[in-house]
C-alpha cells in the first residue's frame, strides 16, 4: 500500500514546489499576511493557514493532539450524541450528513471502546434516525457486505472461532481444533473469562 502511495506523494510535493507561499488570515481583521517558513524538518504546508483569534486560541492550549487522546472519558460518545441527535427526523439533515461519509462513520462507531462506553449506543441511534424514512440510507445499508470477521480475545478463551461464509455471506461459529481435542478427551472445557 505504502509504495502505490509513493508516486501520489511525490506528485503533491512536485505540486507544492510551485505553488505561491502560503497565506495567513487573521479571523478578527480579516487581514492576510504571508505565513512564517515552518520550523526545520516540518513538512511544507500545502493549505492555507487561519490564526485563531486570542479567545479561542486560549481554549485550545492543551488539546490532545493524538487520536486516542480525548479530553474526558465520553468524548467520542458526545460527539457522536450531536450528529446522532441531529439526524433525528431531519431529512435534511441526515441527507447531508449521508453525502459527507456521516453513515459510514457512524456505522464504524458501533464498537465496544471503554474509554467512551456510550459511543456505541449514539452511533445506534444516528443509524436509526438516518434510516428513518431515508430510502438512500435503508439501501446503502442493505447494500453492505460482510468482509471479514475479527478474532477477539474472549472468543479464543471459549474456544470459539468466527469464520465467513463465501457462499451465503454470513458468519458461522465453530469450535477450534483445541476446543474439539479437549471435547474428543472428555476434559471439561475451560472456565469462562471472569
Known amino acids: 500500500m505504502l509504495a502505490a502511495l509513493q508516486p501520489a506523494a511525490a506528485a503533491r510535493t512536485k505540486a507544492r514546489s510551485t505553488l505561491p507561499p502560503p497565506m495567513v488570515m487573521d479571523l478578527r481583521t480579516g487581514a492576510t499576511e504571508a505565513a512564517p517558513p515552518p ?3 516540518a513538512p511544507p504546508q500545502d493549505r492555507p493557514v487561519v490564526e485563531l483569534p486570542a479567545a479561542l486560541e486560549r481554549l485550545a492550549v492543551g488539546f490532545p493532539a493524538g487520536a486516542s487522546a480525548t479530553p474526558y472519558i465520553g468524548y467520542r460518545g458526545d460527539l457522536v450524541a450531536v450528529v446522532a441527535n441531529g439526524c433525528f427526523r431531519r431529512p ?9 461519509g456521516g453513515l459510514e462513520l457512524l456505522l464504524a462507531q458501533t464498537h465496544l471502546d471503554e474509554r467512551s462506553p456510550l459511543a456505541r449506543e449514539w452511533a445506534l441511534w444516528g443509524v436509526r434516525n438516518m434510516a428513518e ?3 438512500e440510507v435503508q439501501a446503502r445499508i442493505a447494500g453492505l457486505e460482510l468482509q471479514t470477521t475479527v478474532e477477539t480475545p474472549e472468543l479464543q478463551q471459549l474456544g470459539l472461532r468466527l469464520e465467513l461464509d463465501k457462499a451465503t455471506g454470513k458468519m458461522k461459529v465453530t469450535k477450534t481444533e483445541e476446543a474439539e481435542e479437549v471435547l474428543r478427551r472428555g476434559a471439561p472445557p475451560p472456565p469462562p473469562p471472569q
Open 39 to 41: 520550523p526545520e524538518g
Open 92 to 100: 435534511t439533515v441526515t441527507s447531508a450528513v449521508v453525502r459527507l
Open 133 to 135: 424514512g431515508s430510502e
